[in-house]
């Protein structure tokens, strides 16, 4: 079975940042995809970033330039810096996988609030 296991996420002030890690195990030839979303109180899920094999990247337009995505695909995680935290930012943030079966994770909390 494949397991992804979230960490780095927490309360931060206005301004602050964080670092979300997701890494993967499991029976996983290779990962096609890899990307974040969040979902906020009374809100839709929806994409924060996502990063191809090889590098190329996508991010909402509310994250562009305070936001990055990378991954380490020996290690085979994921990771993503916010920079600049609103706190419109304040969401559970679940990371997923394409193999190119999809796989979730269980989400982790950032809250941005002074």
């Known amino acids: 079975q494949v397991q992804l296991v979230e960490s780095g996420g927490g309360l931060v002030q206005p301004g602050g940042s964080l670092r979300l890690s997701c890494a993967a195990s499991g029976s996983i030839f290779s990962i096609n995809l890899m990307g974040w979303y969040r979902q906020a109180p009374g809100k839709e899920r929806e994409l924060v970033a996502a990063i191809t094999r090889l590098g190329n990247t996508n991010y909402a337009d509310s994250v562009k330039g305070r936001f990055t995505i990378s991954r380490d695909n020996a290690k085979r995680t994921v990771y993503l810096e916010m920079n600049k935290l609103k706190p419109e930012d304040t969401a559970v943030y679940y990371c997923?996988?394409?193999?190119?079966?999809?796989?979730w994770g269980q989400g982790t909390q950032v809250t941005v609030s002074s």
């Open positions: 997923r996988v394409t193999t190119p079966n999809n796989y």
